[in-house]
């Protein structure tokens, strides 16, 4: 099961901290990964992480985004600094690659200007 949680509104240029706890799974096997879709787009993926902490960025988001781990806690990241209105989207966490595990509940985040 895979819960995501921390989003709300923000202003352009400000810093949200996302959170995805998963249960049922051996989390610590797998590389995790930070989706989105905003309005009338597909999921995409931003950001991922190895199961040694190894990062990968959309560019859309690099310099900006930092995603990490918490092996013990179960829980996936995704730090969001100078965030702009293009960011605004439902956030969902789910593995990087190879087969998905069933979609969990997203957090809604809103940049406004």
């Known amino acids: 099961q895979l819960q995501a949680c921390g989003g709300g509104l923000v202003q352009t240029g400000g810093s949200l901290k996302v959170s995805c706890k998963v249960s049922?799974?051996?989390?610590?096997?797998?590389?995790m990964g930070w989706y989105r879709q905003a309005p009338g787009k597909e999921r995409e993926l931003v950001a991922g992480?190895?199961?040694?902490?190894?990062?990968n960025y959309d560019d859309s988001v690099k310099g900006r985004f930092t995603i990490s781990r918490d092996n013990v806690r179960r829980t996936l990241y995704l730090q969001m600094n100078s965030l702009k209105s293009e960011d605004t989207a439902v956030y969902y966490c789910?593995?990087?690659?190879?087969?998905?595990?069933?979609w969990g509940r997203g957090t809604q985040v809103t940049v406004s200007s």
């Open positions: 789910n593995r990087r690659s190879g087969a998905m595990f069933q």
């Open positions: 049922g799974i051996n989390f610590r096997l797998y590389e």
């Open positions: 992480i190895t199961s040694d902490h190894t990062t």
